[in-house]
């Protein structure tokens, strides 16, 4: 049992512990359930193929089904 601060103890640092979300939080070391997944989409809503759930942009030919 510690009686003493001798400078070890670490503090809690709350956010996404996943490195593959969307809101990784580098800092964190414990997980508070906000991770968010990446949605590939188009995010450019002046765009036709605008997608309002995308997080991360693609290009437009993979968004159109036109990649080759």
């Given at each position: 049992?510690?009686?003493?601060?001798?400078?070890?103890?670490?503090?809690?640092?709350?956010?996404?512990?996943?490195?593959?979300?969307?809101?990784?939080?580098?800092?964190?070391?414990t997980d508070d359930?906000?991770?968010?997944?990446?949605?590939?989409?188009?995010?450019?809503?002046?765009?036709?193929n605008y997608d309002?759930?995308?997080?991360?942009?693609?290009?437009?030919?993979?968004?159109?089904?036109?990649?080759?």
């Open positions: 049992n510690a009686n003493l601060n001798n400078g070890s103890c670490i503090p809690f640092v709350y956010g996404c512990t996943d490195e593959t979300a969307f809101n990784y939080e580098s800092n964190a070391n359930g906000s991770c968010i997944p990446f949605i590939y989409g188009c995010i450019d809503d002046t765009a036709l309002s759930d995308a997080n991360k942009q693609v290009s437009n030919e993979i968004a159109l089904g036109l990649a080759f």
